[in-house]
């Protein structure tokens, strides 16, 4: 009886050391990418935004949480160039849009995480926008040191309506999409 005592104890010692504990991977931001596109009736504009810090959670090799602040006041198109960047630039920033300097950051927080095999994982998130916080899923590929996903956000959850035909009539092709784009490459 002793010796069952003895071998149920060590058993108890040898399973209970084995419990995985989470790691937190920090996103390295100088290696990391958001690039963004909106969408209007006569085409569309694409830019870059820059994250400010960012981590993801694992126990094991499995994805159990993340969190990022993104840095608001460098967005930035790419597709144009001279006054036009200057002005386009200058309206995301504007308070119409993104209103930087009240709001100069945005937040992603992982809510819920799960597994769909082949490195996949669907997120439920709150992202915060303009101190605006709403749920967004989105699906993220986590392999060697990179996470990837795209994420298709309704700027008006958000209290960005400016040229949003849901909220203004007879804007014709003037019109903005209500949903922009985020294509996320982390990192870590």
């Known amino acids: 009886m002793k010796n069952l005592k003895t071998i149920a104890l060590a058993l108890l010692v040898a399973f209970g050391t084995a419990t995985v504990t989470a790691q937190t991977k920090k996103v390295d ?17 694409e830019g870059t935004i820059n994250l400010q810090d960012g981590a993801l959670v694992f126990k094991g090799k499995k994805l159990t949480g993340g969190n990022f602040t993104v840095n608001m ?24 849009f993104f209103g ?23 997120v439920t998130a709150d992202l915060t926008i303009k101190e605006i916080t709403n749920p967004i899923t989105f699906d993220v590929v986590v392999n060697k ?9 309704d700027r ?22 209500d949903n922009f784009e985020l294509n996320v490459n982390l990192q870590y």
């Open 73 to 96: 006041t460098t967005i930035s198109a790419t597709d144009l160039s001279g006054k036009g960047k200057a002005s386009l630039d200058g309206h995301l920033k504007a308070e119409d």
């Open 156 to 177: 008006t959850k958000y209290d960005i309506k400016y040229g949003s035909g849901s909220f203004f009539e007879g804007l014709g092709d003037k019109t903005i999409s």
């Open 29 to 45: 931001v100088s290696k990391s990418q958001i690039n963004w596109v909106g969408k209007k009736v006569t085409g569309q504009h």
């Open 100 to 122: 930087t300097d009240k709001y100069p950051t945005s937040k992603l927080v992982f809510k819920t995480i799960a597994d769909k095999g082949n490195n996949t994982y669907t």
């Open 145 to 153: 040191g990179v996470a990837t996903t795209k994420l298709i956000v």
